[in-house]
Structure formats: structure tokens, C-alpha cells
């Protein structure tokens, strides 16, 4: 998590204004700030259409009874996207703008979703590392249903950590000892 915030909050205020400098340097102090600007006007007229299509798509998935998963991560990403066009820069805007443009934005979208079902399955977290460092030990076995002892699947995994829910199935017997 820390390297993400060390990009985030020092790398990239660094390269903006590099860039902001160079292109200042090349066009004129006047036209970089116009440009500046218009990016964030056009920035928010787009953020204002796409999400209201993406709320639509949104409330006729919900209708037909179905879970809006992929509109809600166009959301996210169009969210994003108007925060980015809103800071000033150019290599903020040019990110904005991927989110922005439905085309790329849904590229996007299926790259994070399958990073983080990827993750899902291999039993890690989406950012690819565990708390404790080694995942061996720590995959999803799909369809094993025999357990060697008490608390583990074959193969010594953690009962119930099957990658098909439905299944699981667990017998037991159970006996109530009041004090």
C-alpha cells in the first residue's frame, strides 16, 4: 500500500509539474493555463453525461433483476475520472480521460475485475501480496469435499474454503451441555 501512496502523492506532483513547466516553456503561459481549463470544462460536461447513461444502464439492470456489477465499476472508474480532470495537469487529465471515454473506461473495467477475481481465487488479496508473506497453503481447491481431519480439506487446506460455495456440504452431530 505504501508505494501507491508514495506515487500518488509524491512522484506524481513531481512529473505534473515537469510537464507542466515543459509544455508552459513551449506554448506560453496563457495557452497551457486555456488548456488547463477546457480540459476541466470538457471533463465535467463528459462526467455529467456518462455517469447519467452509466445510472441509467444501472436502474435497467436493477429492474431486470440483476446485479449491476459491471456499471457499478464504470462508476467508480467515471468517479475517478472527473477527480483526475479536475486537478491540473496534463498527465492527470490524459488519465481522467481514459476513465472518461466509455470505450477505454470499460477496458478498464475488465482489466480490474479480472486482477481482482484473479486474486479472489488464488485465495490472495487484489494488491498480490499477503499479510504474513508465503500463500502457500493458502489456495482455493475447487470441488474438494473430503476432509482429512477436523478444520482442513485433503491436501491440508482450511475447511470451507472450497471455490464452488454450493457444494459444501458438512455433517456433524450436535449435543447442548447446560451448566
Not at 447519467?52 to 444501472?58: D, E, I, Q, R
Not at 508473506?133 to 481431519?149: E, P, R, V
Amino acid at each position: 500500500m505504501f508505494p501507491y501512496l508514495f506515487v500518488l502523492f509524491i512522484v506524481m506532483p513531481i512529473i505534473e509539474i515537469v510537464v507542466l513547466i515543459q509544455v508552459g516553456g513551449s506554448i506560453g503561459v496563457a495557452k497551457t493555463l486555456l488548456i488547463i481549463v477546457a480540459t476541466a470544462v470538457l471533463g465535467t460536461i463528459m462526467l455529467r453525461q456518462q455517469g447519467l447513461a452509466t445510472l441509467s444502464k444501472v436502474q435497467h439492470r436493477l429492474a431486470a433483476g440483476e446485479l449491476p456489477a459491471e456499471q457499478l465499476m464504470e462508476g467508480i472508474l467515471l468517479l475517478i475520472g472527473g477527480v483526475l480532470l479536475l486537478t491540473p495537469g496534463f498527465v492527470t487529465d490524459a488519465i481522467g480521460f481514459v476513465c472518461l471515454v466509455p470505450y477505454t473506461r470499460a477496458l478498464v473495467a475488465k482489466a480490474v475485475a479480472r486482477r481482482s477475481s484473479m486474486a479472489m481465487w488464488s485465495g490472495m488479496p487484489p494488491g498480490g501480496s499477503t499479510q504474513g508473506g508465503s500463500t502457500q497453503g493458502q489456495q482455493y481447491q475447487k470441488n474438494s469435499s473430503t476432509f482429512d481431519s477436523p478444520g482442513t480439506q485433503t491436501g491440508g487446506q482450511p475447511a470451507g474454503r472450497t471455490g464452488n460455495r454450493s457444494n459444501d456440504v458438512i455433517e456433524g452431530s450436535f449435543s447442548r451441555e447446560d451448566d
